[in-house]
């Protein structure tokens, strides 16, 4: 568990920001006797394994953040109604980031793990930030990061994705407000968290070609989870206000 008291108070400040307009969202939805998921399902039909909702994903044109969520079949994993994956697209990502090269085949063009959105060859390029798990209520449990081949991304360093992280931003009204500026917030609220989760990935990756000596370790459907970690929404914005407290 990461000590927050040791953060910047802005980091703190943008966090506690981060945790109202969650809880902003919440009352909003539960008005309408809904929450995160039903709103993004919402005229979908049947939600079925695999597929991409919104059919197409969610892209921010102007931020080149993009999400969508699905579901994988449920033996042998978290118990979970589904879970967000959230991207950063090339032209929204800092100055100075390249690609890290990696073994075995490139970005996969489609599939049931692969990015969808139809985007030409600059924005192909990527990357996947961090993935939410939603319980059957609508409500997130569990933060994750994945391997490559899950999502067919292009790989880049732990800390030129940390880099991205401010430039998730969804700022558009489709296919819901109240659902994009959850997803956003929870970047910002999770923020010291995604970090170490996103730095546990890579040491994941060296630890499974060592241990396995798979030199293409991206590829190796052995391993999908690199790092994950269990959450509240509650606890961490009591979190956030101790610290800020200095308690």
């Known amino acids: 568990m990461i000590d ?30 809904g929450n995160v998921v039903g709103e993004l399902l ?10 991409h909702y919104p059919p197409g994903d969610v892209h921010d044109s102007e931020t080149h ?3 969508y969520y ?6 042998g994993r978290v118990v979970e109604h589904g879970h967000f994956h959230t991207f950063l697209r090339a032209r929204g990502m800092p100055a100075g980031i390249s690609p890290t090269p990696v073994e075995g085949p490139g970005p996969a063009a489609g599939g049931p793990g692969a990015a969808a959105g139809g985007v030409d060859d600059d924005d192909s390029a990527l990357s996947h ?15 994750f990061t994945t391997n490559r081949w899950v999502t067919g991304e292009t790989w880049y360093a732990a800390d030129d994705v ?4 401010d430039g998730f931003v969804m700022d558009l009204a489709y296919p ?32 499974w070609r060592a241990g396995a000596g798979n030199d293409a370790v991206h590829e190796d459907r052995d391993l999908e989870v690199t790092s994950s970690l ?3 929404v509650e606890a961490q914005i009591a979190r956030v206000a101790a610290a800020d407290s200095g308690g």
């Open 4 to 33: 927050l008291r040791d953060l910047p108070e802005e980091r703190l400040a943008d966090m506690a920001e981060a945790g109202g307009e969650i809880r902003e969202c919440y009352r909003l939805l539960r008005k309408g006797g």
């Open 42 to 51: 919402r005229g979908h039909g049947d939600f079925l394994e695999w597929e």
């Open 65 to 67: 953040a993009q999400y």
């Open 70 to 75: 699905h579901a994988h079949p449920a033996a």
């Open 129 to 143: 930030l961090v993935a939410i798990s939603m319980d059957a209520y609508g409500y997130p449990v569990r933060l």
């Open 162 to 165: 940390i880099r991205m992280l």
């Open 176 to 207: 819901s407000l109240p659902v994009n500026i959850w997803i956003t917030a929870m970047l910002r609220l999770f923020r010291p968290e995604i970090e170490a989760l996103i730095h546990a990935r890579d040491n994941a990756i060296a630890a």
């Open 230 to 232: 269990e959450i509240t």
